[in-house]
């Protein structure tokens, strides 16, 4: 005869399985019902508001793009002609975040709204509940998933490349980009001192010509005073250096007073006036620019982590719509908008888990293996302990292992 204890395992463990076939149940009916009136209803709110939400975080992020990106061409004297296409390419930049961020929210409205009106209640009397609005909103989040994958993959690195372009032809040319005749100048943090009494292309063009030219540079400490009659402004295609080259010149080692002074006399001279390898400063990192097939093949830690980057951003969309259904049920006693605050809370502290993790990895601090993997991981097993929490399972689940501890 079977004791009592036996007997409560025995139900506790049923019952457990019971549920679990229901669960299941209730996602392959909540796919079956997927396109009826009120699923469709639903997922045409989530599409609106998504885009209303979007429009207002992408104008918010335009205006300080704006106003970044002038404050950044009056301080390296980036031409007015490119700051339209380095605003758009931040913007695309910024399109999954912006997306990810917008549809997550939306969908918090969207069942917020639900039970605001009392609509969700008379769908959970249908026994249509959380598991059947997650099913539900998955027309909307796989289409949002799959664009952001191809920005992540094809677009955004694209752009990358395009800024890096312009970026680095700026940084190349516009310190010495507008020399102006009869009036000294200061390049290099001072180390180089030139004059010239007339400047010819005077519109920045690369191949500036100049005439009567005097240039003051040190070398080593050592200062060096060149004449030349005639300058010509180049830049080399290969390394992105620019040169002035002097013809008909002479150059001064030390001040005419001291005695070891040298005086070389010469028909052509080529001064480096900018480094190609010290001024290619701007925008991305090589590994951001590279394509998803080159990432995929290397064992370099940071182009790792910059592939795995990428397959999250569309991924964590995905596991965020689950915590959406759930932040977005509530109460006529709730409070209002909680759910908005609490999501904003959890979509910053998984973002930043996700760069922490990158960061790892591009250190090498922990092994592809686990990588960005274990972040999604985590936040999944947060959405699962949220889910039993607010259906009290946690009980049954937790007696149930405690039976199996024993």
């Known amino acids: 005869?079977?004791?009592?204890?036996?007997?409560?395992?025995?139900?506790?463990?049923?019952?457990?399985?019971?549920?679990?076939?229901?669960?299941?149940?209730?996602?392959?009916?909540?796919?079956?019902?997927?396109?009826?009136?009120?699923?469709?209803?639903?997922?045409?709110?989530?599409?609106?508001?998504?885009?209303?939400?979007?429009?207002?975080?992408?104008?918010?992020?335009?205006g300080n793009q704006v106003?970044?990106?002038?404050?950044?061409?009056?301080?390296?004297?980036?031409?007015?002609?490119?700051?339209?296409?380095?605003i758009s390419f931040n913007m695309i930049r910024d399109?999954?975040?912006?997306?990810?961020?917008?549809?997550?929210?939306?969908?918090?409205?969207?069942?917020?709204?639900?039970?605001?009106?009392?609509?969700?209640?008379?769908?959970?009397?249908?026994?249509?509940?959380?598991?059947?609005?997650?099913?539900?909103?998955?027309?909307?989040v796989l289409p949002v998933s799959l664009f952001i994958l191809l920005l992540t993959t094809l677009v955004v690195p694209w752009t990358k490349t395009q800024k890096n372009i312009i970026i680095e032809r700026n940084n190349n040319a516009s310190e010495f980009a507008f020399i102006k005749q009869r009036e000294f100048q200061e390049f290099k943090n001072g180390e180089i001192v030139f004059y010239t009494s007339k400047v010819k292309g005077a519109d920045g063009n690369a191949q500036q010509q100049m005439e009567e030219v005097f240039v003051y540079t040190l070398d080593d400490g050592e200062p060096i005073i060149t004449l030349a009659k005639q300058a010509q402004k180049y830049t080399n295609p290969k390394t992105h250096s620019t040169y002035l080259r002097l013809q008909d010149g002479m150059r001064y080692h030390g001040f005419p007073s001291e005695a070891n002074k040298k005086i070389l006399n010469f028909d052509?001279?080529?001064?480096?006036?900018?480094?190609?390898?010290?001024?290619?400063?701007?925008?991305?990192?090589?590994?951001?620019?590279?394509g998803m097939i080159d990432l995929l093949y290397s064992d370099n830690p940071k182009d790792v982590a910059e592939f795995q980057w990428?397959?999250?951003?569309?991924?964590?969309?995905?596991?965020?719509?689950?915590?959406?259904?759930?932040?977005?049920?509530?109460?006529?006693?709730?409070?209002?908008?909680?759910?908005?605050?609490?999501g904003v809370a959890a979509f910053i502290i998984y973002n930043n888990a996700l760069l922490m993790a990158r960061s790892?990895?591009?250190?090498?601090?922990i092994s592809a293996l686990v990588g960005l993997w274990w972040v999604h991981l985590l936040m999944f097993g947060f959405i699962f302990l949220l889910y039993i929490y607010r259906h009290e399972k946690l009980t049954m689940i937790t007696n149930l292992l405690l039976e199996k501890v024993k």
């Open 1 to 62: 005869m079977m004791n009592f204890s036996h007997l409560c395992h025995r139900k506790n463990k049923n019952t457990f399985i019971f549920r679990g076939m229901k669960l299941s149940n209730d996602f392959k009916q909540a796919y079956y019902l997927i396109n009826t009136i009120l699923a469709k209803y639903l997922m045409r709110n989530a599409w609106v508001l998504t885009g209303a939400v979007f429009l207002i975080i992408s104008l918010v992020v335009f």
């Open 95 to 140: 399109i999954p975040l912006i997306l990810s961020l917008s549809l997550f929210l939306a969908i918090i409205l969207t069942v917020s709204k639900f039970y605001k009106n009392s609509e969700a209640v008379v769908m959970n009397s249908l026994g249509l509940g959380d598991k059947h609005f997650m099913v539900f909103m998955q027309p909307v």
């Open 67 to 86: 106003v970044l990106m002038i404050k950044e061409s009056i301080k390296y004297g980036i031409p007015t002609t490119d700051l339209l296409p380095l």
């Open 360 to 365: 790892s990895l591009e250190g090498g601090e």
């Open 268 to 290: 052509s001279y080529d001064l480096q006036i900018i480094d190609g390898e010290v001024r290619s400063d701007g925008g991305s990192t090589k590994e951001e620019s590279q």
């Open 310 to 342: 990428r397959l999250s951003q569309p991924l964590s969309i995905f596991i965020l719509s689950f915590l959406g259904v759930l932040l977005g049920k509530t109460s006529h006693r709730g409070g209002k908008n909680l759910g908005v605050l609490f």
